[in-house]
């Protein structure tokens, strides 16, 4: 008989964990400490076990982002925009347009925008990837397609109206990322 309770114990206590209902939890309790078994010896301990199966909520969906690497900077770009990834293999590229589905979409180089000075040195291998950004009618070239990041808009550090940079629309410092401005690479294009 002792037994089949602690597995009735097992069996409430799982379910418990699965389940936010103090009713079950308590009762889960009271049939393991009948049985001589204490699962929970108190409140605090409950508490502790609470907070390490809190599950953080999915971050929302204006804070995702898409890490690129562009001339050695990490550049992200808002999920929410991003249609589509295409590799320069699956490309059909004439006079800086990029074609795809129908549709017609300005290729923006992110390199010469950060370093519009720069000679560009080519080391003969050269696969671009672009990230598709068809309701602006864009075509972003980068050399690498890295992560997705999460950046919680209170850490950047936003481009006030009077830089230089308009395709710059912040920067996480403690992430070294680079924020683009979409809007901006669109009618600067």
């Known amino acids: ?16 964990l699965l389940h936010d209902d103090s009713q079950q939890r308590s009762a889960a309790s009271g049939v393991a400490t009948a049985a001589g078994v204490n ?9 502790t076990l609470d907070a390490k199966l809190t599950v953080n909520p999915e971050p929302a969906a204006d804070s995702l982002y898409q890490l690129v690497l562009v001339d050695g900077l990490k550049l992200a770009i808002a999920l929410s925009e991003i249609t589509q990834a295409v590799d320069q293999s ?11 589905d129908g549709e017609q979409l300005t290729i923006v180089n992110l390199a010469a925008l950060i370093k519009p000075n720069a000679e560009k040195f080519t080391t ?6 672009y990230l598709l950004i068809q309701h602006r009618q864009l075509a972003i070239e980068c050399q690498q397609i890295l992560e997705l990041q ?5 850490f950047v550090c936003w481009r006030n109206e009077n830089s ?21 690479l ?4």
């Open 1 to 16: 008989m002792t037994e089949q309770v602690l597995h009735q114990v097992e069996i409430n206590y799982i379910d418990s």
């Open 39 to 47: 699962l929970i010896s108190n409140s605090a301990s409950q508490q």
């Open 90 to 100: 699956n490309a059909i590229i004439k006079n800086h347009l990029f074609f795809h």
């Open 124 to 129: 003969g291998v050269s696969n671009k990837q």
């Open 150 to 154: 999460t950046i919680d808009k209170t």
């Open 164 to 184: 230089q940079r308009k395709w710059l629309a912040g920067t996480v410092k403690q992430y070294g990322i680079a924020i683009l401005d979409l809007e901006n």
């Open 186 to 189: 669109q009618t600067g294009v």
